[in-house]
T-cell receptor
Framework: DTEVTQTPKHLVMGMTNKKSLKCEQHMGHRAMYWYKQKAKKPPELMFVYSYEKLSINESVPSRFSPECPNSSLLNLHLHALQPEDSALYLC????????????FGSGTQLSVL | QQQVKQSPQSLIVQKGGIPIINCAYENTAFDYFPWYQQFPGKGPALLIAIRPDVSEKKEGRFTISFNKSAKQFSLHIMDSQPGDSATYFCAASKDTGRRALTFGSGTRLQVQP
């Protein structure tokens, strides 16, 4: 299994809602990532978890809250988002020792109304 | 500060042509240079990668050329096909310190039948 599975595929939420994005991989990877991608732009790193510990936070606003319950799962909790947060949110994983060979999921297309 | 500059922004070639996408980097500590391919509605997928100890790497129809002294690398797609139509991102990272990938701005490739 070389897949990174993300749910939901699409999400529409209001600015006062609380929602969560989920990501799962069963490749035994020990590093997991959240990226944000705006249309026609490259992915922008948000968070990196290495061995279930947060290792990189790219100064992301606190309305985005990551969680890594175990080595296979990664969540991104969303609260009080702004319309400018609308984007494709990508999860990725790699072996824990290096960021080579990132495997990306298909993403969650988020719209904030 | 953009650390990986990618060009062109978009590219149209005929089937069988050889599109070439170029990237230049600034940080001499970078030692891993992957290319990712992204189709609409999907996450990026690793296509091919190179380290600076070699000047060229081929995998199927895809070739990376690397010029360490010029701090440039490029992707060549031999015998391009309409199925190669996608957005291509170059990236760079280093194996020490902060290991996260730095992406180029992307090139939208269209291969016409």
């Amino acid at each position: 299994d070389t897949e990174v599975t993300q749910t939901p595929k699409h999400l529409v939420m209001g600015m006062t809602n609380k929602k969560s994005l989920k990501c799962e991989q069963h490749m035994g990877h020990r590093a997991m990532y959240w990226y944000k991608q705006k249309a026609k732009k490259p992915p922008e790193l948000m968070f990196v978890y290495s061995y279930e510990k947060l290792s990189i936070n790219e100064s992301v606003p606190s309305r985005f809250s990551p969680e890594c319950p175990n080595s296979s799962l990664l969540n991104l909790h969303l609260h009080a988002l702004q319309p400018e947060d609308s984007a494709l949110y990508l999860c990725a994983s790699s072996t824990g020792s290096t960021n080579e060979k990132l495997f990306f999921g298909s993403g969650t297309q988020l719209s904030v109304l | 500060q953009q650390q990986v500059k990618q060009s062109p922004q978009s590219l149209i070639v005929q089937k069988g042509g050889i599109p070439i996408i170029n990237c230049a980097y600034e940080n001499t500590a970078f030692d891993y240079f992957p290319w990712y391919q992204q189709f609409p509605g999907k996450g990026p997928a690793l296509l091919i990668a190179i380290r600076p100890d070699v000047s060229e790497k081929k995998e199927g129809r895809f070739t990376i050329s690397f010029n360490k002294s010029a701090k440039q690398f490029s992707l060549h797609i031999m015998d391009s096909q309409p199925g190669d139509s996608a957005t291509y991102f170059c990236a760079a990272s280093k194996d020490t310190g902060r290991r996260a990938l730095t992406f180029g701005s992307g090139t939208r490739l269209q291969v016409q039948p």
